[in-house]
Nanobody, 124 residues
Framework: QVQLVESGGGLVQAGGSLRLSCADS????????MGWFRQAPGKEREFVAA????????HYADSVKGRFTISRDNAKNTVYLQMNSLKPEDTAVYYC?????????????????WGQGTQVTVSS
């Protein structure tokens, strides 16, 4: 089965930037919608961004609009999350997720498989 591996997390000062990557070892990446979610300690997993199979339709949580950008490179089986103007409240474990449809979802149960997560910590 497909598996996802996130990378690019780390410690950054408020106002800084990070770029997360999610590599998919599966063979049907180009036909799968992808999403990013995050979860802080004691909090529910929340939607961050999603992208359709073609990259033509993007969705963002209100809290990250104008600051985060999701993109994908199907030739490299990789989805990205560019995070700019980071805030302390962005601190969380960020998870990449995929679903076996071409339409992106905005809820955790919309997705079929997940990565292990990468920690993002924003200091103030």
């Amino acid at each position: 089965q497909v598996q996802l591996v996130e990378s690019g997390g780390g410690l950054v000062q408020a106002g800084g930037s990070l770029r997360l990557s999610c590599a998919d070892s599966g063979r049907t990446f180009s036909s799968h919608a992808m999403g990013w979610f995050r979860q802080a300690p004691g909090k529910e997993r929340e939607f961050v961004a999603a992208i359709s199979w073609s990259g033509g339709t993007l969705h963002y949580a209100d809290s990250v609009k104008g600051r985060f950008t999701i993109s994908r490179d199907n030739a490299k089986n990789t989805v990205y999350l560019q995070m700019n103007s980071l805030k302390p409240e962005d601190t969380a474990v960020y998870y990449c997720a995929g679903r076996s449809t071409v339409v992106a979802g905005t809820r955790p149960w919309d997705y079929d498989y997940w990565g292990q997560g990468t920690q993002v910590t924003v200091s103030s």
